[in-house]
């Protein structure tokens, strides 16, 4: 399947999803054995308008797919900043996937849009981090970012970005190349009330939202997409594998290339799926940093989510 790495004037992609975790050496163990790549530590910083770096007290490791990448996050020791203080308050609700980061031509129309929808988006942010070059050399990583009052977005951080160094982000040595998986498809967030829910986020989004099996929605981009579900649609994906109340993102979409590739990743290391198909499995949220994962044949992601 051929698809654009960035969106085009007016589109809207499903960029990247974060968790939120304790340890990171933990996530990336787990992450690892379900047969990723992680990228090294690295701590971000916000660009200043007298062009110097202040830091925004969190810091990230990333599995990179052809399309799309997960992301992890942690607190950085001794922070106190805003973004430190969201991650911790989110970590004290449960640890799994808190983030999710649509990609935009231009975040600033973004901000726009966002703010005329009612969103009181926050001032877009020049956000910076390094990144390690195959070699051994270092360069920055460019983003602008747009992130949501959180108290309007309560399923956790929803933002928009901007890519300005994509040629940094996605190099060719730090993707996925064990497991079959080749991109990001989807987000499954359990909410209590499906109907407001589905329709800020189709605002947000500026997108319709569908309805699908079991009372859900979906929200389709130009690039992924995002369901939303009641509590008893979790229930049938996981059982009672989640303990904490909606809202919740519990779990992530993925597309592989090869099941039985992916299969044999998942046998090698241990790990048994909580179900399996023909066209996908699904891996619990104890093997996933406390999300659950949705991994599919391409052309398979449209109906998972309804029960």
């Given amino acids: 399947m051929t698809e654009a790495q960035l969106p085009a004037p007016g589109e809207v992609f499903l960029d990247h999803v974060g968790w939120f975790v304790e340890d990171m050496g933990v996530a990336a163990t787990a992450f690892e054995r379900l047969g990723f790549v992680l990228t090294p530590y690295s701590e971000h910083k916000n660009a200043t308008a007298e062009g110097g770096r202040v830091p925004s007290g969190t810091a990230n490791r990333c599995a990179m797919l052809q399309r799309g990448y997960l992301e992890f996050l942690v607190q950085v020791r001794g922070s106190e900043t805003v973004l430190s203080h969201q991650l911790r308050d989110g970590l004290m609700r449960y640890e799994g996937a808190h983030l999710i980061a649509l990609a935009t031509a231009n975040a600033e129309v973004e901000h726009i849009r966002l703010a005329a929808a009612g969103f009181d988006p926050q001032p877009v942010v020049k956000l910076r981090r390094p990144l390690a070059l195959v070699g051994g050399s270092e360069a920055m990583a460019s983003f602008s970012v747009l992130r949501t009052a959180p108290e309007l977005m309560p399923e956790g951080r929803i933002q928009f970005l901007t890519h300005e160094t994509p040629d940094l982000v996605w190099q060719p040595g730090q993707l996925a190349r064990d497991n ?112 659950g994962l949705i991994i599919h044949s391409e052309g398979a992601d449209g109906r998972l989510y309804e029960r």
């Fill in 180 to 291: 079959g998986i080749e991109a990001l498809t989807g987000v499954l967030i359990v909410v209590a009330d499906v109907v407001e829910a589905a329709g800020r986020y189709a605002r947000y989004c500026g997108r319709p939202a569908q309805s699908i099996g079991g009372g859900g929605a979906v929200i389709g981009l130009d690039r992924g997409r995002i369901a939303i579900v009641g509590p008893e649609a979790k229930s049938a994906l996981f059982g009672t594998a989640f303990l904490s109340p909606p809202p919740r993102m519990a779990a992530i979409a993925l597309r592989s290339v090869d099941l039985e590739v992916t299969k044999d990743q998942l046998r090698r290391h241990g790990i048994r799926p909580v179900s399996t198909a023909a066209d996908h499995l699904v891996i619990g949220p104890k093997d996933a940093a406390g999300a």
